[in-house]
């Protein structure tokens, strides 16, 4: 069958990242941001990793969004929901600055275009532990206007998160596509992977490739863009 819908992550495969670099930079930004409003650094930082835990846990009766603002509540109090605009403003404003996210690989963008011309549905399936707008400025850093691809996970719209397969089956839902109609491709093993067990095409590519569990990945068809384009031509 032919793919309809092709599935791709975004930090470390659309994007390349230096994870580390990314961490320290948002985390430096954002407490600088929510520094006037008396969060103490160590135990924002803490607070956020908490409500990320949770989201990666989520059990799909809520949505990310909610999951984390519930967790952030319990440890500041209801009344830090009212911070929520200025966590958005940082999203906005002061995200995009980042500077470990100010590198991009050209042929990422050209792959997305080139299946997009050939009538494929683009969807970006990275891990919905952030709201939207910080997806949509990702994207745009990796080259990709958000206006090109059909579906963006965040968590706004997600009530799973990677490795979950419900992550998975909850965009097929939403798209109203099948497993054999899509591939997913991706950088990370274990989250990314994953998905064939559902039933897509998987390419794991190995530009940024994360492997934790040292699991053996000579069962994936793998490589670089170039590879990657050479594996799409034959699903098309």
Partial sequence: MKIKK??????GTLLPLDPDGFVKEYFGGLCKK???????????????????????????SR????????????????????DIEIFDEFYREDFCSIKAIDVCDPKAAETVRALKARGVGIVVATNPIFPLTAQKTRLKKAGIDPSEVEYITSYENSHYCKPNPEYYSEIMRVLGCK???CVMIGNDVGEDMIAGALGFDVFLLTNCMINTADADITKYDRGGFDEL????????
């Fill in 34 to 60: 929510l520094a006037p409003r008396g969060y103490e650094p160590q135990k924002l930082v803490g607070s956020i990793w908490k409500g990320t835990a949770a989201m990666v846990a989520n059990d799909g």
């Fill in 6 to 11: 092709a599935f791709f992550d975004l930090d």
């Fill in 179 to 181: 497993a054999e109609e």
């Fill in 63 to 82: 949505t990310n969004e909610q999951v984390f603002w519930d967790v952030f509540a319990d440890i500041y109090g209801e009344e830090a929901k009212g």
């Fill in 229 to 236: 384009r050479v594996w799409l031509d034959g699903k098309i």
